[in-house]
């Protein structure tokens, strides 16, 4: 992306038919944002693939909207580059002898915004990502690998509003309300997954038990949005082609040992930087991270927390970017911070798409 509103790359390949705009069925990406309340190169960026897709599949961009998730996360700090990935699925009766990567897309009814970061907010989400498991045709809850999620969050208008009518938000500030948020999607994704139950899911924990978390959930949160817009990735024999993901969890914001493992899980090598043909196995990285919020790092203090020129998240996203990328070998890598119960506490989690090993690879050919 050259910038917030650039789709060119995609014009590019709906021109040349290299990409059939029917298949397209979820967007994820990175905008040059503050990543904030008031980032609106996501919504800028909405607009303007809507815009594009309703000129080739002859829909309103409003309805596109409603049909199609686009999970923007703003904030390229560091070596990050802007880019967003395209997610498409066609029809195939083809067989398949192993998984290949599936695709899920649900949207909640919209979020009450006296709701918005609590536990019924959870439960919307956990209800949504049921929806995406069935409609990826993913029998096993086991086989999810990433749910994407944006949620809603509350303004300073929206929690004004609340308070004219008596009723208590949620949270206090837009920001606090947009980390809330988030904390009930990962526990929604929690709950979807079944490794919580929706009745042990309480205001309190939300910020509160950092112990409760979702290895598999990514959320986002932004005022673009009115509802839960959810994206599970995963693996399935029903699924053809020749993509798979896997994930690891983070445990903090080095942890090298865990990207070099999840690269093992799809059989590339664990080498210093991934190059060559190697390199171009991979199609997608997507990353939560969190400045861990007892301020130290293995022990040793970190001033992210305390920085009042910087936002811990712009900190935290421009450090594991260049971890993550020095491995990767490129700088399209989706890292988002706010990573409330999704991964361990201070940590977070890594998810790569890539092409399977070939079998002439498998041979060492």
């Given at each position: 992306?050259?910038?917030?509103?650039?789709?060119?790359?995609?014009a590019?390949?709906?021109?040349?038919?290299?990409v059939?705009?029917?298949?397209?069925?979820?967007?994820?990406?990175?905008?040059?944002?503050?990543?904030?309340?008031?980032?609106?190169?996501?919504?800028?960026?909405?607009?303007r693939?809507?815009?594009?897709?309703?000129?080739?599949?002859?829909?309103?961009?409003?309805?596109?909207?409603?049909?199609?998730?686009?999970?923007?996360?703003g904030?390229?700090?560091?070596?990050?580059?802007?880019?967003?990935?395209?997610?498409?699925?066609?029809?195939?009766s083809?067989?398949?002898?192993?998984p290949?990567?599936?695709?899920?897309?649900?949207?909640?009814?919209?979020t009450?915004?006296?709701?918005?970061?609590?536990?019924?907010?959870?439960?919307?989400?956990?209800?949504?990502?049921?929806s995406a498991?069935?409609?990826?045709?993913?029998?096993?809850?086991?086989?999810?690998?990433?749910?994407?999620?944006?949620?809603?969050?509350?303004?300073?208008?929206?929690?004004?509003?609340?308070?004219?009518?008596?009723?208590?938000?949620?949270?206090?500030s837009?920001?606090?309300?947009?980390?809330?948020?988030?904390?009930a999607?990962?526990?929604?994704?929690?709950?979807?997954?079944?490794?919580?139950?929706?009745?042990?899911?309480?205001?309190d924990?939300?910020?509160g038990?950092?112990?409760?978390?979702?290895?598999?959930a990514?959320i986002?949160?932004?005022?673009?949005?009115?509802?839960?817009?959810?994206?599970?990735?995963g693996?399935?024999?029903?699924?053809?082609?020749?993509?798979?993901?896997?994930?690891?969890?983070?445990q903090d914001?080095?942890?090298?040992?865990?990207?070099?493992?999840?690269?093992?899980?799809?059989?590339l090598?664990?080498?210093?930087?991934?190059?060559?043909?190697?390199?171009?196995?991979?199609?997608?990285v997507?990353?939560?991270?969190e400045?861990d919020r007892?301020?130290?790092?293995?022990?040793?203090?970190?001033?992210?927390?305390?920085?009042?020129?910087?936002?811990?998240?712009?900190?935290?996203?421009?450090?594991?970017?260049?971890?993550v990328?020095?491995?990767?070998?490129?700088t399209?890598?989706?890292?988002?911070?706010?990573a409330?119960?999704?991964?361990?506490?201070?940590?977070?989690?890594?998810?790569?798409?890539?092409?399977?090993?070939?079998?002439?690879?498998?041979?060492?050919?």
């Amino acid at each position: 992306m050259a910038h917030p509103g650039d789709v060119s790359a995609l014009a590019a390949l709906l021109e040349s038919h290299a990409v059939d705009a029917r298949s397209i069925c979820a967007v994820i990406g990175k905008t040059e944002g503050n990543g904030g309340v008031n980032d609106f190169t996501r919504g800028y960026f909405v607009d303007r693939l809507m815009t594009l897709l309703e000129h080739h599949l002859n829909e309103p961009a409003d309805m596109l909207a409603q049909r199609i998730p686009c999970i923007l996360s703003g904030g390229t700090e560091g070596v990050l580059s802007p880019h967003y990935t395209v997610l498409c699925r066609t029809a195939s009766s083809a067989a398949t002898d192993a998984p290949a990567l599936a695709i899920g897309t649900a949207f909640s009814e919209p979020t009450d915004p006296a709701l918005i970061g609590t536990s019924a907010h959870a439960a919307s989400v956990a209800e949504a990502v049921r929806s995406a498991i069935s409609d990826a045709g993913i029998d096993s809850v086991d086989d999810v690998h990433f749910v994407q999620v944006k949620t809603p969050c509350l303004t300073s208008a929206r929690i004004a509003a609340l308070a004219a009518l008596g009723t208590a938000p949620p949270a206090n500030s837009a920001g606090h309300s947009m980390a809330r948020a988030r904390a009930a999607g990962a526990m929604g994704v929690a709950v979807g997954l079944g490794e919580l139950a929706i009745a042990d899911i309480r205001d309190d924990m939300l910020l509160g038990d950092f112990g409760a978390y979702c290895s598999r959930a990514s959320i986002s949160s932004g005022v673009e949005v009115a509802c839960n817009e959810v994206v599970v990735l995963g693996n399935s024999r029903r699924w053809s082609g020749p993509l798979v993901i896997a994930h690891r969890p983070m445990q903090d914001a080095i942890d090298l040992n865990s990207i070099h493992d999840v690269l093992g899980d799809l059989g590339l090598p664990a080498m210093r930087q991934i190059a060559g043909p190697e390199r171009n196995r991979i199609r997608c990285v997507l990353v939560k991270a969190e400045p861990d919020r007892r301020g130290a790092i293995r022990g040793q203090r970190h001033t992210m927390l305390n920085d009042t020129d910087i936002d811990p998240q712009r900190h935290i996203r421009g450090a594991v970017g260049g971890l993550v990328a020095g491995v990767i070998g490129d700088t399209r890598i989706f890292v988002s911070g706010g990573a409330e119960h999704q991964g361990p506490d201070g940590g977070g989690l890594i998810a790569v798409i890539a092409e399977r090993e070939t079998r002439t690879e498998l041979a060492g050919e």
